[in-house]
């Protein structure tokens, strides 16, 4: 057996990924970030005091301190790589980063570039953001992300129950209304965008809607939990077992 050490930073041992939080109360089914569940890997959860959805979503740079001391309590408990449940925290991405000794990747943006690569210059990508009036093509560029790409950007802002239950916690998610909000919304942009080639969800409450929005839209889906797996296979690659 190997020997063991103590981590006197740590709380519990045994934590794959830490996966900072936004300071929100609402339901989070399994297939949100923010469940537990939602991951065939131990993870473990730190919320940033005072960053709720709207200062989120609005830009807080003031906010960026206390998001360096959310990743660095992570590392210090030992985890080997962090995540976040925002995609527009995508603006603390480099700070963050440089905080640490462990891979940092705080939003589904981060998946854009290579998402690009995988098809033709010409084919749009569609991005399915919780408020578009926040997500903006000079807003990746200012992260450091240039598309090549025609990028399609759609929000969940309108529907209803999207934004009683996400951008305005009315306490209940009814998940079968949302995932038809969601879809009727991938329809709509595949509608409008014959040749599109890819969808990525930007919003942390999105992957439980994932396989539904792909089905709408007949194009790959891409996530958070795409890019937190991505993270996971990274830092504890597969042992492989078989027969020649």
Do not use: W
């Not at 005091?49 to 990743?71: F, I, M, R, S």
């Not at 603390?92 to 640490?100: E, R, S, T």
């Not at 329809?187 to 992957?207: D, V």
């Amino acid at each position: 057996m190997p020997v063991y050490r103590t981590n006197p930073n740590a709380e519990s041992y045994g934590q794959s990924v830490g996966i900072l939080l936004l300071d929100a109360h609402m339901p989070f089914p399994p297939g949100d970030v923010a469940n537990a569940s939602t991951y065939r890997y131990p993870v473990i959860f730190r919320p940033v005091p005072g960053l709720a959805v709207d200062a989120c979503l609005a830009g807080a740079p003031e906010y960026a301190e206390a998001v360096v001391g959310g990743v660095r309590e992570l590392a210090r408990q030992g985890v080997r790589a962090i995540g976040s449940d925002c995609g527009l925290m995508l603006r603390y991405q480099q700070v963050a980063a440089d905080a640490v000794d462990v891979p940092v990747a705080l939003s589904s943006l981060l998946q854009l570039p290579l998402i690009e690569r995988s098809l033709a210059a010409d084919r749009p990508i569609g991005v399915l953001t919780a408020d578009s009036s926040n997500l903006s093509v000079e807003f990746l560029e200012r992260a450091g992300i240039r598309p090549r790409n025609p990028i399609v950007i759609r929000g969940m802002q309108d529907e209803p129950e999207f934004r009683t239950s996400i951008l305005e916690p009315k306490g209940t998610m009814d998940t079968d209304v949302v995932t038809e909000e969601t879809a009727a919304k991938a329809r709509e942009m595949k509608h409008e965008n014959p040749a599109l080639g890819a969808i990525l969800l930007e919003c942390s409450r999105m992957p439980l809607y994932a396989a539904a929005i792909q089905q709408a839209a007949g194009v790959p889906v891409f996530d958070f939990v795409s890019l937190i797996d991505f993270m996971q296979a990274g830092i504890n690659p597969r042992r492989y077992h078989g027969f020649m």
